[in-house]
């Protein structure tokens, strides 16, 4: 589920436009809370480039990293919500 | 609203809890008289404000918490209190839009550090204190 969940994100990030470095780099980065990534995340520059998209697409790798997935992710199963 | 008024009770709380957190940057911005004091000043009222109103008005329909309760619970408190904490940056800086806002705080609360500004060194003191 955590590699599925990286390898969804960083498509998701592809998709909306950026290189393959930084995209898969950022969702690293973000799902284990570490911070910079690399290319145009990284060191040298920060993730002020990105579009809001990908900035909320961020947002959520980040709280999906530090509640470990399955918090997050039960709220949208339907049998949750099933009293 | 029956099921989630427990919910939204505890939520209160720990967001009237979160408010004191503001206190802090509060001090250091009047002890270092930058111009962050009245975004924090705004803040803290504001957050500290909605807490009351979520704690008091869900406190009518208290009941334990189940396992159920906890998981919504929890992310609410980790998607709700980033919300709060952008706050002293819309104040402050509005030029750097909610979502940069919301995710420069999401970043710190989750102890990420990633960050979409530059020139944290031009910055007065404490907006780079908040929750860092």
Redesign the interface.
Known sequence: MYAATIVVMTLVLLASGLDFVSAFSAVI??IN?????LNE?GAAG???G?S?FQ??V??FT??L???ELI??F??FTRS?WR? | MHRLAPVLHVLGLVTLIFSFTMLAPLLMAFIAHDAALFPFDESFALTFFIGLVLWLTGGRWRRELKVRDGFLLVVLVWTSLPAFAAIPFLVYAPGMGFTDAYFETVSALTTTGATVMSGLDTLPPSPSRPSS
């Open positions: 980065a973000c809370n570490a911070g910079p990534g995340v920060n993730y002020a990105l809001n900035t909320w961020l947002v980040m709280l990293g530090r509640l918090t997050v039960v709220l949750f009293a």
